[in-house]
């Protein structure tokens, strides 16, 4: 580097010798040049001024002109701006939640059609833990089906949702109820291991065409709200309600207000709060169960199979854990039961194989579901990212 900035600077010094003499040459010359030829070659002498006032353009208006841009064309002499809004709504639908995201970016145009409600209709934002804006305006541009398990939710205001999936969400019961204010179509719902209250409750019951409500493991309201909830849901085919802080009286408002629409339903976990008599009224207001999981009911005997068998669609049975029911008692559970094919006795059957075969059990498969499905949105302990068997369109990879 040092020897080219040498060998420049030597350049620039002969440059400059040349220039002088050559500048001395000139001069010589135009010493020998007749006056007229220097006079000729010699530049214009400027006019005088009359007007000192004037200025020398003033004859000459000066304008500023702008050149028109003209709009750049493909090849094919077609642009994105010459295509009607249904066709880019139909490319739009192809992209992931990701590019579609940033096409909204592009122009306002673009920006509108990306947050059409024809492409929000189902979104899975599983991994997101704190999305508060993001969410209020996925809410906003009209989504359907919203599965967001186990995030941080703040202040929110969902309108048009229709299945959702709040799933050990961080959120609190302030914030819940609000959202749930504005929600009057919901038919799916997961609300499990949240703090609800009796506000909450009472928004729920403004939900008419509820079909799947999954609570298992919630806490924090009182039985009357949740007797009132249950009468308003006419049309309620699937509900978990297991394992929450229930008392007494919890216990007998659900089985006292449930529809005679429930087909599946998760009782569990309620020890001494479930007796002989809460089953009794569950089977007599439900007679179309088919899956009825009532385990951990330290109370119940032997005594309840005869009451049982008057469900004659009841196809898997759960009784872990109900340790006054003998294993023996459930031998002829083939014969008294014709329509069932699952039954789930952790704790009473230690061997399903030595059992199926003492008592000739063939068409029943024992001990195969040690945790309920029922009411829940996603398959536990699986990868899949589906909610009640749908897969939602747009999903956040991360």
């Not at 040049?33 to 000192?52: A, E, F, M």
């Not at 599946?264 to 899956?291: H, K, M, W």
């Not at 029943?364 to 899949?384: E, Y």
Request: glycine fraction near 4%; hydrophobic fraction near 40%; charge should be neutral.
């Amino acid at each position: 580097m040092s020897h080219n900035l040498e060998g420049s600077m030597l350049s620039d010094s002969s440059s400059s010798r040349r220039k002088k003499r050559g500048w001395v040459d000139d001069m010589m010359e135009a010493e020998n040049t007749p006056g007229d030829v220097i006079h000729q070659w010699s530049p214009t002498h400027k006019q005088l001024c009359l007007h000192p006032r004037e200025k020398e353009n003033d004859a000459v208006p000066f304008v500023l002109s702008r050149r028109s841009r003209r709009r750049k064309e493909t090849s094919s002499g077609l642009s994105w701006d010459h295509l009607p809004d249904e066709l880019i709504l139909r490319i739009l639908f192809c992209l992931p939640l990701s590019n579609l995201l940033r096409t909204s970016l592009v122009c306002k145009r673009w920006r509108r059609l990306a947050f059409d409600e024809s492409l929000w209709h189902s979104v899975d934002l599983d991994g997101v833990t704190n999305m508060a804006a993001a969410l209020e305006l996925l809410l906003t541009a009209g989504v359907r089906r919203l599965r967001c398990p186990r995030t941080f939710i703040q202040d929110l205001h969902p309108v048009h949702v229709v299945q959702m999936d709040l799933s050990n969400c961080n959120i609190s019961a302030e914030t819940l109820e609000v959202m749930l204010s504005r929600c009057s179509a919901l038919t799916h719902l997961s609300l499990e291991g949240l703090e609800l209250s009796d506000r909450i409750l009472h928004h729920l019951s403004q939900n008419p065409e509820m079909i799947e409500l999954n609570m298992g493991g919630c806490a924090g309201f009182s039985p009357e709200p949740l007797g009132r909830m249950l009468q308003s849901f006419s049309k309620l085919e699937r509900l978990n309600i297991s394992w929450c802080e229930f008392s007494l009286d919890h216990v007998k408002a659900v089985v006292g207000n449930l529809s005679s629409s429930i087909t599946e339903l998760n009782l569990s976990g309620y020890r001494e709060n479930f007796a002989q008599e809460d089953l009794e009224v569950l089977v007599e207001r439900c007679p179309d169960i088919v899956t009825l999981d009532i385990s951990d009911s330290v109370f119940l005997r032997t005594t309840c199979i005869p009451t049982l068998q008057q469900l004659m669609n009841l196809k898997h049975l759960s009784l872990s854990r109900c340790y006054q029911i003998y294993a023996a008692a459930l031998g002829d559970v083939g014969e008294k039961f014709t329509a069932l094919r699952l039954l789930d006795a952790f704790g009473l059957i230690p061997d399903p194989r030595v059992f199926s075969k003492t008592y000739e059990i063939k068409h029943i498969a024992v001990n195969t579901r040690a945790i309920s499905m029922i009411a829940r949105p996603t398959p536990v302990l699986t990868d899949v990212h589906s909610m009640w068997d749908y897969r939602c369109r747009l999903r956040f990879h991360y």
